[in-house]
């Protein structure tokens, strides 16, 4: 049994077999904290408070003062909602790929091993 948990994969898919793809182990914290990432307040019932909130930045510019409330959020959101991961910074830069998005960059430990990981996520936004 993994010391991270098992629920169904995000995004949710088939397996070869018609059932439903299960997660665990440290792909389950990765896709947790996308799951994270990717929710709007207000989304989960009985739970409104869930996510990060990052579709709220859609309409902001590119910039260093966007990027440091981006950061923000993410790092609340995660320290909130994710506690089998010890969050060690969020970096968050324009998206080389895409002038209207910003890439964050999360780096923190498994809680249960201490091993190092990253994931990154594109965040659309507005204007550049």
Known sequence: MSPFGKSLGFPPRVGPDGRMRWSEGETNVRESIAIILKTEAGERIQLADFGAGLGRYLFEPNNPATHVRIAASIED????WEPRIALD????????????AALAT????????GAAERTSVSIPLGRS
């Open 77 to 80: 959101a995660l320290r909130q």
């Open 89 to 100: 910074g969020v970096d968050v830069t324009p998206d080389p790929t895409d002038a209207t």
């Open 106 to 113: 999360i780096a923190y430990r498994l809680v249960a091993t």
